[in-house]
């Protein structure tokens, strides 16, 4: 997932009848599957959750830009160049929708800027990890994205009007992506023996990351029960990361890859792969910022912010006088 | 960071002969750069043929508290539906 740990109230979820007469008319729009459209009332609580959801992901949007952006100068044809910045291009609009939807919350995109640059806002752990070789962009597209639709696809029956409709023109995208990647990761596995080791050893390193992006396991998910109640949280870590695994082995065996875990297995009884655990401690240190790549992601950020302040001052100016002139003229 | 880009709020005209309809929001300088934006934004998959940008703080909503008053009046006039009056089949098509 995208928003891989997001604190929610903290709180066990309040009963109807504990609520008041807002907060139970609200809590019964969300039960009924009505949408919640930005100016009605809302707690405070699912405001305040819905701002770091979707912060999180819009940041994690932005910041997934730099480690394929790594590879557009080069791509090994024009034709994978172009595909490439039209896929990083897309990530950047997948990133302005999300922040769209968070300002009707009364969040500024400035806020939200700073909150990512000063570090306190998280993005998906998955984006501190390098992108070593050109396979790295096909496992990025089969693996990170193809995880990213198995979140995002609940999340278009999402409470929130405006994340919602921002998830559902993201869905639509998102599956260009995973193709895509899928079809770099076919075109080496195709390849020389040489070809096809790079295809494994991408898959090797983005193996677990991938599993980790659903967030920690459902035992030791403390926000998961509120977001749930809200309806800004469908289904369950576990849950969505079993679904991944069990469409994703079979897409590696067709690839002739193997995914690099020894206790995968097909469970005949549960209809559905055993497989081993991401390390989690690595997680926990990859959100703390200790990971591969935190460093240079965040000052990539930060660079970008600080450089393009004069263009977007000057933007601002020229607009400010161009106005001034048509006033001064009628 | 005070310095920020206003507001925008991006409509597209999908096909000819359709109505423009709400497709999102944008931060821009100006009007120019925000259908410039809106270009990039929201069609790159040939979604539109004109793009209309207005500023978001010049537009005036109902609020939400408003909905029965303004909206639950129209619920009891069944009359305004076509429905609601039975024409005898031999008539034909109405």
Same mark, same amino acid.
């Given at each position: 997932m995208y928003a891989q740990m997001v604190k929610s109230t903290g709180e066990r979820v309040k009963a109807l009848d504990e609520m008041g007469p807002e907060e139970r008319a609200f809590q019964e729009r969300v039960d009924a599957d009505i949408k919640i459209e930005p100016k009605d009332w809302m707690p405070e609580g699912y405001r305040k959750t819905l701002v770091r959801q979707i912060g999180q992901h819009a940041h994690s949007e932005i910041v997934g830009q730099l480690p394929e952006g790594n590879w557009i100068t080069r791509a090994p044809t024009l034709d994978r160049k172009a595909i490439l910045i039209a896929k990083v291009q897309d990530e950047a609009g997948h990133g302005l929708y999300l922040y769209c939807a968070a300002e009707?919350?009364? !969040?500024s995109r400035d806020e939200m800027t700073e909150e990512l640059l000063s570090g306190k806002a998280k993005y998906s =752990?998955?984006?501190?990890? *390098?992108?070593?070789?050109?396979?790295d962009i096909g496992a990025i597209g089969w693996l990170v994205d193809g995880a990213a639709i198995m979140n995002q696809v609940p999340l #278009?029956?999402? =409470?929130?009007g405006p994340y919602s409709r921002a998830m559902i023109r993201i869905c639509k995208e998102e599956s260009f992506h995973q193709r895509q990647g899928y079809d770099i990761m076919m075109r080496l596995c195709e390849g020389t023996a040489e070809q096809k080791e790079m295809a494994q050893d991408a898959l090797n390193r983005f193996w677990q990351p991938a599993l980790m992006?659903? &967030?920690?396991s459902d035992k030791d998910s403390v926000h998961s029960a509120q977001s749930m109640a809200w309806k800004?949280? #469908?289904?369950s870590n576990d849950e969505l990361r079993q679904k991944f695994v069990d469409q994703t082995a079979p897409q590696a065996e067709y690839l002739g890859l193997? !995914?690099?875990? *020894?206790?995968?297995k097909w469970n005949e009884e549960k209809q559905g792969y055993d497989f081993s655990e991401p390390d989690w401690n690595e997680f926990y240190e990859v959100l703390k &910022?200790?990971? *591969?790549c935190n460093k240079e992601r965040m000052e990539a950020r930060q660079k970008a912010w600080n450089e393009g302040a004069w263009f977007r001052d000057g933007l601002m100016a020229n607009a400010k006088k161009k106005k001034a002139r048509r006033m001064a003229a009628e | 960071m005070k310095n920020e880009w206003p507001l925008w709020e991006v409509f597209i005209r999908?096909?000819?002969g359709l109505a423009h309809r709400h497709f999102g929001s944008l931060h821009a300088p100006d009007a120019e750069m925000a259908i410039k934006n809106a270009r990039d934004v929201y069609? $790159? $998959? @040939?979604?539109?043929?004109s793009i209309w940008v207005v500023k978001a703080s010049d537009i005036a909503a109902s609020s939400p508290g408003d909905k029965e008053p303004l909206?639950?009046?129209? @619920?009891?006039?069944?009359? $305004?539906?076509?429905?609601f009056y039975d024409i005898p089949d031999e008539v034909g098509h109405m």
């Open positions: 009707t919350l009364g !969040v =752990s998955i984006f501190n990890y *390098p992108t070593l070789t050109w396979a #278009q029956r999402c =409470s929130y992006m659903f &967030g920690p800004i949280k #469908q289904n193997n !995914v690099p875990d *020894p206790d995968l &910022g200790n990971g *591969p | 999908g096909q000819h069609t $790159r $998959r @040939n979604e539109g043929v909206f639950e009046p129209s @619920n009891s006039k069944i009359y $305004r539906h076509p429905t």
